[in-house]
């Protein structure tokens, strides 16, 4: 499970996809994202979820109303596994 806190931009995502690339290495199975604490996104960040997509499944955990929105605008939302807790989202890896 990858947390996630604050604000994401374009800025932030290297960062990120260097978390992100050492969880691709470390664990087999879908990449979780927990956003439950991101209070801003924009596009960069949806093109990170994206990309990862094309490797592994990715779950979303606990997306924020105006995270979400941004997935609803442009479509994108049904790609992934959206779960409400990270409960949820384990629960769904184990099986």
Request: one cysteine or more; hydrophobic letters at 45%; proline letters at 3%.
């Amino acid at each position: 499970m990858i947390e996630l806190a604050g604000d994401f931009d374009h800025t932030d995502v290297n960062t990120l996809a260097e978390t992100t690339a050492h969880a691709l290495r470390s664990h087999e199975g879908p990449v979780a994202f927990d956003l439950s604490a991101v209070t801003f996104c924009d596009s960069s960040l949806l093109n990170h979820f994206l990309q990862v997509r094309r490797q592994r499944p990715v779950h979303l955990v606990g997306l924020p109303a105006q995270t979400r929105r941004v997935f609803e605008i442009t479509g994108t939302l049904a790609a992934f596994s959206v779960f409400a807790t990270v409960q949820d989202a384990l629960d769904a890896a184990s099986t």
